[in-house]
């Protein structure tokens, strides 16, 4: 895949088209033991395998992936040179995410900050890491309770207003906090753990998909029992002749024309499967079947 049609794709930020899979660099990371769930994954040290983890990212792009998602608290900072490595200059059209607001003390911490003072440095930090002199979008990767919400986006726009960021967004926000934020500065996206079998970020997506605003599910496959054999995801696919993983984004893709799915993996063969996914397509009865099943 080489080129991606019109119909896959979105403008983030109205000006900025990406292909609607991204690629989450989370999982390009080790720990200094097994994590505990695939939602709690330590992601402290580069991958010992840096090798195979700079062939992965270099290969998501053949493909046609745009969109690389990484934060300062990947690996401490690590994940984001590991990106650079891989795919700097960005030739072409490559565009990164990063995200600023939350420290690692240990392994298995991650502790919301949202200084304003701190927030401009980790993007500072970040634009040395990435090797860039305008980070394409800055996330806000958690509001911060301790810090009004006015300070918190008022860093993040003042590195727009500087040339440092061109795109803000947030991650972990319901409505009424990503309404408060666009009230403040533009807001190009929202990054909300959500897939089949987890659905309380419905609003969001609707509220998004009506304000031209990126929704970028994180972990946007459906687990458990919901994509097990025999459940309605698993019959679906079968029906198609696609793996779950693939029918999981093929919903995905179809709930809201905003969503980006940014599918993490160290796997060159999860991977492409993974961007196959935009060919899948689900008739309405069998989005239908899934939207009410699950």
Not at 78 to 84: D, K
Not at 103 to 132: D, F, I, M
Request: glycine share 8%; aromatic share 6%.
């Amino acid at each position: 895949m080489s080129e991606i049609p019109a119909r896959e794709t979105f403008s983030l930020g109205g000006d900025l088209p990406v292909n609607r899979i991204g690629y989450g660099a989370m999982r390009l990371a080790d720990g200094p033991e097994p994590a505990p769930s695939a939602t709690e994954a330590h992601i402290w040290r580069p991958p010992a395998g840096r090798a195979g983890a700079i062939a992965l990212l270099r290969r998501a792009a053949e493909l046609g992936v745009d969109l690389f998602d990484t934060a300062d608290a990947y690996a401490l900072g690590a994940n984001e040179e590991l990106i650079a490595e891989a795919l700097h200059p960005y030739a072409g059209s490559v565009t990164i995410a990063t995200k600023v607001g939350v420290v690692r003390p240990s392994p298995t911490e991650w502790v919301t900050h949202g200084h304003p003072a701190y927030l401009r440095q980790q993007a500072e930090l970040a634009l040395r890491r990435l090797r860039v002199e305008r980070i394409d979008l800055l996330q806000l990767h958690r509001i911060d309770p301790e810090y009004p919400l006015a300070d918190q986006i008022g860093a993040l726009k003042q590195l727009r207003d500087e040339g440092k960021v061109r795109h803000i967004g947030l991650s972990e926000v319901g409505v009424d906090e990503l309404r408060r934020a666009s009230e403040i500065t533009p807001i190009a996206s929202v990054q909300n753990l959500y897939n089949l079998s987890t659905r309380e970020h419905d609003p969001v997506v609707d509220y998004a998909a009506g304000h031209g605003i990126a929704f970028l599910p994180w972990f946007p496959f459906a687990a458990g029992s919901h994509a097990g054999p025999g459940s309605p995801l698993a019959e679906v696919a079968a029906e198609i002749g696609v793996t779950a993983a693939q029918a999981s984004l093929a919903w995905l893709l179809r709930r809201s024309p905003t969503v980006i799915p940014i599918p993490g993996t160290s796997s060159i063969a999860h991977l492409e499967e993974n961007v196959a996914a935009l060919s899948v397509k689900l008739t309405d009865d069998q989005y239908d079947r899934l939207s009410r099943a699950i």
